[in-house]
Nanobody
Framework: QVQLVESGGGLVQPGGSLRLSCAASGSILSINHMGWYRQAPGKQRELVAV???????DYADSVKGRCTISRDNAKNTVYLQMNSLKPEDTAVYYC???????????????WGQGTLVTVSA
């Protein structure tokens, strides 16, 4: 089994910053891309940012210039630095990993349990 554990969420005032972390563990041979998604109340889950194993990143238009995704391949960990946070960034943030399990030729997806980010004065 593969587990993703997120941390770093919380309450922050508008204009503030947070750094989310997500560590993958388990029977992992390799991880292709890792990403962050979010789901606000009453809305569908949406992509926030994604990063490949080589470090190429892509962002949702709504967070470009305010968020930076990075990863430590040696630690199977992905980070999301969020700056200039807005109330509309309030959501549960989920980590995702597209990985290959030990002993399998196939790739699979794993999700974290989510971490709540609340942006409010």
């Amino acid at each position: 089994q593969v587990q993703l554990v997120e941390s770093g969420g919380g309450l922050v005032q508008p204009g503030g910053s947070l750094r989310l972390s997500c560590a993958a563990s388990g029977s992992i041979l390799s991880i292709n891309h890792m990403g962050w998604y979010r789901q606000a109340p009453g809305k569908q889950r949406e992509l926030v940012a994604v990063i490949t194993s080589g470090g190429s990143a892509d962002y949702a238009d709504s967070v470009k210039g305010r968020c930076t995704i990075s990863r430590d391949n040696a630690k199977n960990t992905v980070y999301l630095q969020m700056n200039s946070l807005k109330p509309e960034d309030t959501a549960v943030y989920y980590c995702n990993a597209h990985y290959r399990r030990l002993g399998s030729p196939l790739y699979a997806n794993a999700w974290g349990q989510g971490t709540l980010v609340t942006v409010s004065a």
